[in-house]
């Protein structure tokens, strides 16, 4: 078992991993995000009249820049990228081990969502079937865009937000909660009902990090679930 992610003399859920204003202006920043993915109905935010390309790109690059953000914020308080993941595998044993753990999750996890989305009718909407990838070169840069997300995500919203809310609380809980809050949130073009069940996912994937003290597991379930939504959702939900 490896160490927990932030070690501290009163454990992680008591250090706050960077200064309160750096995480005002990541809220800041994700909620205008969200508010023009919202306006726009596209996940760049940039509109509709763009390629798919160029949307993935574009959101490509907003949550890199957003992690170096969160790498340079995290560094004022002698934080390292690594304390956020959760440091490495040490054989690949380990790595079996959380894949299996990941695709278990993701069968649990989409049970739990598939319920929630029933019982709130749910659907998605036109936004989210302009992002499903058409054509092979799309699929690829889908696919990375999948990858950024899952690495990119779990880093700002598990690994940073989970860990400074858990701080700012002093409760473990409150971070894992408030996390979900603000994953969901951060998914405005999706709309409220589907914001609610991310929220919750986000949640569950708050959880799978605790429970792992690493967010290597919570990483590849987010690709997965990311990729494999794309590129069968053309053809599923028509």
């Known amino acids: 078992m490896e160490s927990a992610a932030v070690p501290s003399e009163g454990g992680p859920s008591n250090k706050i991993i960077a200064p309160l204003w750096h995480t005002l202006v990541v809220l800041l920043i994700l909620l205008a995000l969200s508010l023009m993915s919202a306006r726009s109905q596209s996940v760049s935010g940039i509109g509709q009249s763009r390629s798919r390309i160029a ?26 990228m690594r304390d956020l ?28 969502l598939g319920l929630l989305a029933f019982l709130l009718r749910a659907s998605p909407n036109q936004a989210i079937r302009r992002i499903f990838p058409q054509g092979p070169t799309e699929i690829v840069f889908y696919l990375l865009l999948a990858l950024t997300a899952g690495i990119c995500e ?4 598990r690994g ?47 959880l799978l990090a605790l429970w792992r003290r690493s967010l290597r597991p919570g990483m590849m379930g987010h690709f997965l679930q990311d990729g494999i939504t794309g590129v069968l959702g053309r053809h599923v939900m028509r």
């Open 55 to 80: 949307n993935y790109l574009t959101v490509m690059a907003v949550e890199w820049c957003i992690v170096v953000f969160i790498w340079l914020g995290i560094r004022l308080r002698g934080v390292r």
């Open 154 to 157: 779990e880093i700002i919203f």
């Open 85 to 112: 993941v959760g440091g490495a595998w040490p054989d690949w044993r380990a790595i079996l081990r959380d894949l299996g753990i990941t695709i278990l999750f993701l069968i649990a996890g989409n049970l739990v």
């Open 160 to 206: 940073y937000l989970q860990k400074q809310f858990a701080g700012i609380t002093g409760s473990a809980a409150l971070g894992l909660v408030f996390q979900g809050i603000a994953f969901g949130a951060a998914h405005g073009y999706q709309g409220p009902k589907l914001m609610i069940i991310i929220a919750v996912y986000g949640c569950l994937f708050g």
